[in-house]
Nanobody
Framework: QVQFVESGGGLVQPGGSLRLSCLVS????????VGWFRQAPGKQREFVAT???????TYTDSVKGRFTLSRDNAKNMLYLQMTSLKLDDTAVYYC???????WGQGTQVTVSS
């Protein structure tokens, strides 16, 4: 069973920054593509960013240039540095090991003035 501990969310003003962290257990992420998804109130869960085992990143258009995804295979962790946050970034953020069916509890990000 794959488990996730997501952290780093919180309340931030528009234009602010947050860094999300995700500790993965139950699988060694080294060989996997991993990433972040988010779900805003009343909306479906959506893709945010992924990073392959060769450190190739992909971002959804709305976060390009503002979010940076990275991984630390030695720690089995992934991170999402979020800058220039907007109201529309408000959501629960989930990390994911692609190819597995597991989800964590997520971490809430609220962007509000």
């Amino acid at each position: 069973q794959v488990q996730f501990v997501e952290s780093g969310g919180g309340l931030v003003q528009p234009g602010g920054s947050l860094r999300l962290s995700c500790l993965v257990s139950g699988v060694t992420i080294r060989m996997y593509t991993v990433g972040w998804f988010r779900q805003a109130p009343g909306k479906q869960r959506e893709f945010v960013a992924t990073i392959t085992n060769e450190n190739s990143t992909t971002y959804t258009d709305s976060v390009k240039g503002r979010f940076t995804l990275s991984r630390d295979n030695a720690k089995n962790m992934l991170y999402l540095q979020m800058t220039s946050l907007k109201l529309d970034d408000t959501a629960v953020y989930y990390c994911k090991v692609l190819g597995t069916r597991y989800w964590g509890q997520g971490t809430q990000v609220t962007v509000s003035s």
